[in-house]
């Protein structure tokens, strides 16, 4: 069965910090562009980084650049998202997805192919 599995949410005090895991069952991500996603409640999922088949092109939300970093380890078939710095708005369930053909953060959600359950991150003091 072919599924991806986000863990390492949790919850953290504004300026703390979490790495999420998004780990690949079933096939490989070497040919997958990554992304990560993010819903608050009441709003639209929105794009937080991306990551190219090879990790050789990220991106990141203009919310988030500076604080969080995007990084693969195709050996381990694993993309992680370091989140420094973390503040109460981001505060959400965070979703990873693998798609062939998104090639930047500007990529809807819905152009991607597999998706996991998501992790629940929660920015609270």
């Known amino acids: 069965q072919m599924q991806l599995v986000e863990s390492g949410g949790g919850l953290v005090q504004p300026g703390g910090s979490l790495r999420l895991s998004c780990a690949a069952s079933?096939?490989?991500?070497?040919?997958?562009?990554i992304g990560w996603f993010r819903q608050a409640p009441g709003k639209e999922r929105e794009g937080v980084s991306f990551i190219s088949p090879s990790g050789g092109r990220t991106d990141y939300a203009d919310s988030v650049t500076g604080r969080f970093t995007i990084a693969r380890d195709n050996a381990k078939n694993t993309v992680y998202l370091q989140m420094n710095s973390l503040k109460f708005e981001d505060t959400g369930v965070y979703y990873c997805a693998a798609g062939y053909k998104p090639n930047s953060l500007r990529n809807s959600w819905n152009e991607y192919n597999f998706w996991g359950q998501g992790t629940q991150v929660t920015v609270s003091s």
């Open positions: 079933g096939f490989t991500l070497d040919y997958f562009a």
